[in-house]
Every structure is written in structure tokens, then in C-alpha cells.
């Protein structure tokens, strides 16, 4: 059970102002939830297989094929600084 000392400490905490009435109607629905839990807890689900979906769903992709970006020179002027036709960047790695 959830008490509605702890739904104002949530709700301190994510940084809400919850009036009287709210924080007992979400005590009320969250100790609803929490009962629905504990009814889900007491089925055997021992030969039911893990899914990450409800549905069988697959992502639909393209073939990833290699275009010429047809205003490089324009993307180039745009960087800080740069060195004929590539970026040019600070040096991060170090021989050390």
C-alpha cells in the first residue's frame, strides 16, 4: 500500500504542488495499480515465452546506398575551420 505521505514525497520530488484532492485521488489509483500488480504476480507464466511487443511487428528498411551530397562546397564553408576538402578539428588523442 502506498501511502499519501508517499505520494507527497514523490510528487516533492518531481517537483509538483498537488492539491488535497489530488493527492488522494492518485493514492487511490496508484494502491489500484499496485493491487492490479499483485493479481498479475499470482499467474503461472512459467511456458509463456518473453516478448518485447504485444504483436509481431518488423522494421521495414531501405538499402542504404551511397549519394554524393550534391552542395558539399556549401557544408564546407560552413565549418570553423578547415583544411581543403575535409573538417579540420582539434587534436584529442594524445601519445601518452
Not at 499483485?38 to 511487443?53: F, K
Amino acid at each position: 500500500m502506498i501511502s499519501r505521505e508517499q505520494v507527497q514525497k514523490v510528487a516533492h520530488l518531481a517537483r509538483l504542488e498537488l492539491t488535497p484532492e489530488e493527492e488522494e485521488k492518485f493514492t487511490s489509483q496508484l494502491n489500484g495499480i499496485l493491487d492490479y500488480f499483485e493479481q498479475l504476480s499470482e499467474l503461472d507464466v512459467s511456458d509463456v515465452p518473453p516478448t518485447t511487443r504485444a504483436i509481431d511487428v518488423s522494421n521495414v528498411n531501405r538499402p542504404d546506398t551511397l549519394k554524393p551530397y550534391e552542395a558539399r562546397e556549401a557544408l564546407l564553408d560552413n565549418a570553423p575551420d578547415r583544411d581543403g576538402d575535409f573538417f579540420k578539428v582539434p587534436k584529442i588523442v594524445t601519445g601518452d
